[in-house]
């Protein structure tokens, strides 16, 4: 990873960092607007000046500040910077395939190997089996945004190679080969960077990712995908539309669902 996406050390000024970077790429600090002094960011946020100060040091080397002396520090402009994803949860699979396909891939390993247990168990495999692990980085306008990981087993893998999961969403080569897909289940969290996804992604050490799971199966229930995805949360956003319904003390929030069917293929 190059010097600008390393987050200061102590824990302390890599809270403080990643706190004003998250706040600059949502907009809470436009370009060009001046952040709060040290000592007002200081007790902002029950630091020192001196960890204050480490963390804008740090800022101002990934080029998102600007401090000069006696004029304060501003934010700098981020032209070219590639725009955020927004994903609705209602229609969440549909606009991941439209990412598959409007964004390209960088395969960073392919390996045959036994699986974690955790991924055995979601697939159902028997002892000893073996599953094909890919991890990909997703790029929009050569800019990274998601760090994915897929377990296949192996007699279902066979069906592609390398080179084709460098070139083509996963789902269009499972089906291409003649796999049923049928339903999956999907789970919404968030994680931090280790060193590996953080070098991968342009973030620091420690960052906060958005970290989707996905198990795939056929319709007799067998397991045939189990994706790990890891988003940058300024370059992804999730949404959800909802309606307020029922009567008196009843009255409750509910999501709107989409009644369009999904398109097929992609990742």
Known sequence: MNEATQAPDGSKARRVYLLLRDEIAAGLHPAGSALPGELRLAELHGVSR??????????????LIE?????GTRVRATSGAPA?????????????VRMGQETTARLLSFSYTAPPPLVAEALGLAPLARVQRAVRVRLAAGAPFSHLTTHVP?????????????TTPLFRLLERNGVEIDHATQTVS?????????????????AALI?????????????????????RPDRFRLEMTLNRV???????????LATAAAPRAAE
Do not use: C
Request: charged content about 20%; glycine content about 10%.
């Open 84 to 96: 955020a994803f927004t994903a609705d949860f209602a229609t969440l699979m549909p606009q991941l």
């Open 67 to 71: 401090r000069r002396a006696g004029s």
């Open 246 to 256: 029922g009567e008196g003390g009843a009255r409750h929030w509910e999501p709107v």
């Open 190 to 206: 968030a994680t931090l960077a280790t060193p590996e996804v953080a070098e991968a992604l342009e973030v620091a050490v420690g």
């Open 50 to 63: 001196v960890t204050v100060r480490r963390a804008l040091d740090a800022l101002a080397s990934d080029g």
């Open 154 to 166: 192996e007699g279902i893998a066979q069906g592609y190679s390398e080179s084709d999961l460098a």
């Open 211 to 231: 970290a989707l799971t996905r198990v795939v199966h056929d319709a007799k229930g067998n397991g045939l995908e189990h994706l790990t995805a890891l988003y």
